[in-house]
């Protein structure tokens, strides 16, 4: 994994609580030169602890130590500050405004080394590693259904269980296991706009080929699956 030194002076101090949410996100920018310059420009208000580019190269902008400028206006589990409680890695990806293409391997392996050296410096628990699409539903949907989840679930780094069943599930129940997991919801209704793209996101992250398709037993089944995992940690 080369690193390469780009302070960026988008941070500040973190507020209170520990470090306990790794999140990730793509860049949405067609080169990786002009997300890093935009990370580092004072004129945007954002950054991320680090870069990772498609072929392996990372960019390190801000200290682990610092609140970076990367979560926006998010929830997760309570919490709203969520840029004090995380590290903020972008991946470098045309995303869905320029080209959204699979994560090349150079670029996995990178991000794989980088998430285990930060899970030695901070305790964040399996289900607290988190796509921006989870913490910002209906307002993000990065870094997308093609990130290769499960690969870094069977490197140490995050929750995928392997063995879910299908099951049932009723609305109230959907709502649930959704607010059990860490998403934000509203009340018992799953047909309410939260909870709509509280369930969105999950299936983003855990169901990634079912976007399209109804809800199922087998979505229930893993949705239910995550729960009773985050429940155990």
């Avoid at 941070?11 to 999140?23: E, Q």
């Avoid at 067609?30 to 420009?41: G, H, S, T």
């Avoid at 682990?64 to 995380?86: F, I, K, M, P, Y």
């Avoid at 994560?103 to 990178?110: D, R, Y």
């Amino acid at each position: 994994m080369r690193i390469v030194e780009r302070p960026s002076p988008n941070h500040g101090p973190r507020r209170g609580g520990p470090v306990d949410v790794l999140l990730l996100h793509y860049t949405d920018m067609p080169r990786v030169a002009d997300a890093v310059d935009r990370l580092c420009d004072p004129a945007a208000q954002v950054s991320a602890h680090y870069v990772v580019g498609e072929d392996g190269t990372v960019w390190r902008l801000v200290p682990e130590s610092q609140r970076a400028w990367h979560a926006g206006v998010s929830w997760w589990a309570g919490e709203t500050d969520l840029n004090s409680r995380s590290v903020g890695i972008e991946i470098s990806n045309p995303g869905h405004s320029h080209g959204y293409r699979p994560f090349p391997e150079a670029q996995m392996a990178a991000l794989e080394s980088l998430c285990r050296e930060i899970l030695t410096r901070h305790p964040i628990p399996p289900h607290r590693v988190l796509g921006h699409s989870d913490v910002s539903p209906g307002r993000k949907i990065d870094p997308g259904h093609l990130f290769d989840w499960p690969r870094l679930a069977r490197a140490g780094i995050g929750l995928w269980p392997e063995d879910a069943a299908p099951a049932a599930l009723s609305g109230a129940g959907i709502v649930a296991a959704l607010a059990a997991i860490g998403y934000g919801t509203e009340g018992p209704d799953p047909t309410h706009p939260a909870n709509r793209a509280a369930l969105s996101a999950f299936r983003r992250h855990w169901c990634p080929g079912t976007l399209e398709k109804p809800f199922d037993g087998r979505m229930a089944g893993m949705l239910k699956a995550v729960a009773i995992a985050v429940k155990k940690t």
